[in-house]
């Protein structure tokens, strides 16, 4: 966008329905700073205007989804220390939509009275698995068993433990950083960088419990949803909401990330990634302190939205309603195999047709196999003709070259 | 927004989805021009990076609700032919989100190719009621009894024709231009304008009926929604979704609706209002060419949004269904009487407390009496509930000084 003058930039701010620490003055136009300008921040931004806040974003891609939606833009690594602690000095409040950021930078930012939700400490335990998974062990929330390791010579001595994952405590995103050793012979391709040996379990389903808690204490939690992992990728194929769990295991979910969300202190939301074994156990994977692929569909299927409703929640407004509309599903739009380069959508008007499929482009310009792309959301009262348009979704639209 | 470097504005475009004449190239960013700026303007930017379509502003305010969410935003006038040209010879398709703008232009950028939706020559037919109300007295389609006049002494010589409406042909919009005139009496405060005189209607109620059509001839049209207008200021108070008309007056509307859209061979949105008699008749108010106000929300509601219906429609994709999710209710936030200057909102929290409440600011600097500041859509499955709401949103959220 464009300003014809610095005035401009000038904003009255709803005060008496803001009321937390740290706003620079009254009535100035609120500025929210966004580091990570993904998909997840993009979604953040559509959210945004409702509540009269401008977003400001840092990426290190020019050509990242938030770059032409932001108010302004802001080009820069998300790990350098200087470059994080710039963008945060011009900004009213500061919030992640990805966890691999620079830590120090931002309770830097904290101790000099800026806002930073989720806080630098939360980011802190959730950015190293080891500390995480410790975290779950120190609070009594129920997690696959585990020994932390320190390299790979570590888990030669460990190796009655196997099968497990072995997971990096640090820099593993979006299924990477994972991998399972099954037997002692898998050792010798095991992470040799600290991370942790992590029980296989052999689980039922895996669901994932979205929750937000604001900086007054409220939390709010919406519903279990269900995600079907693609069977090579191990990225999230298709996700069913709600989940087919039984209402006692849904209802024990639930508590669940209630319970992590509070002793995480945390101000903002939180998906908790779960399974659930044969016997009916519910035992903690990992956490996010953002919105999340998992919540996707809450934009069209439930009262409130996750975006929205981490607006609510660091914005210390009441949070929303979480009950669901309308049954759903969530499909990733995922960079077809074999194609890298300028995308092209294929499929776009049969996908159009199916009533209730709703389309989200990521506006990002380049494919490669099995990058997000976008996703659709489909909403049907009906189980099984859902699932069935979810094979459908599935044949149709196809981000190409 | 911000770009580093003028090759960030090429964006792949996904050609084989969107088949529509006009298009300058394959694989070029697409560029949708919105001629108005205003509330309607943004929240159809907020539809739009689903579909991966960047938006170009033309508003005359610097300050307008569209100026920090659009990519490109361009300040001028819209009923300045010069100006509309050329703004429409920066984009790839146009179209409106408000009705008074230069048509001539958008002939003009027509003939030369440009996609213009909806047609200039829908536009030029609502634009003057005159011609709107021949229209559907042309193509059978019911609408209260009228008479054309030129000026107030014209007017004198069909005294007989009141209690009647006086409407102006040309500038009336959102409540102005209209007035009643009750008896002869009356007739010395009439327009002295080229205008109408329409038969004064006793109607049961109001409601308004959404539609599109793309460029296919596939038309969609939307539940019908009730509009319960404010006692005084003849602005929608609030709104209700479905209408509590019987399915027969429904399915009547609907059709009528259907009849004005296929009439006017409209690519795009249309809104009609109607009046339902205490008879049980049906009568065609007026129409606007674009998302509107008695749509807003859909976005909640239905399975999609008027905002993106719209978009489907120009974009030449098949239409979205119009299905309600959930009932619901719309409340203007209005400038409070007595209150001028920059805004501030009070009663925020109280209203997001209210389960199924959404708010939609539209991010307007000033407040002055009655001036729509935003909205609130209420969701709840239960008819009862929802009007205690809507009564409950109108106690809390105040746009004052």
Redesign the interface.
Known sequence: ??Y??PG?M???F?????PFKGMKAF?QDFRLGIVGGGQLG?MLI?AC????V?TVVLDPS??APC?????????GSLTDYDTVYRFGKTVDMLTIEIENVNVAALYQLEKEGLPVYPQPRVIEIIQDKRVQKQFYRDNNIPTPDFVLVENRADILQHAAFLPAFNKLGKGGYDGGGVQALKSPEDIDKAFDAPGLLEKYIDFDREISVLAARNSKGEVAVFPAVECIFHPKHNLVDYLLSPSSASEEIQAKAEAIARRVLEKLEITGLLAVEMFITRSGEVLVNESAPRPHNSGHQTI?AN??SQY?QHL?AILG??L??T?I??PSAMVNVLGAEGCSG????????EL??I??A????Y?K?QTRPFRKMGHVTI?DEDREKLIAKVEQVKKTIRAVV
Not at 49 to 52: G, T, W
Not at 67 to 75: D, R
């Open positions: 966008m464009h014809p003058n401009d000038m904003r009255r709803p005060v008496k329905g803001f009535y993009r559509q205007p409702n509540y009269d401008s020019g050509v770059h032409e939606l932001a108010s302004e833009f802001h080009q069209n009262y409130t929205e609510r407004l009441p929303g309603s009950a509309k309308c300028e995308v092209r959508y294929e499929g776009l008007e159009l047709k009533a209730g709703n389309l989200f482009l506006g310009k909403l």
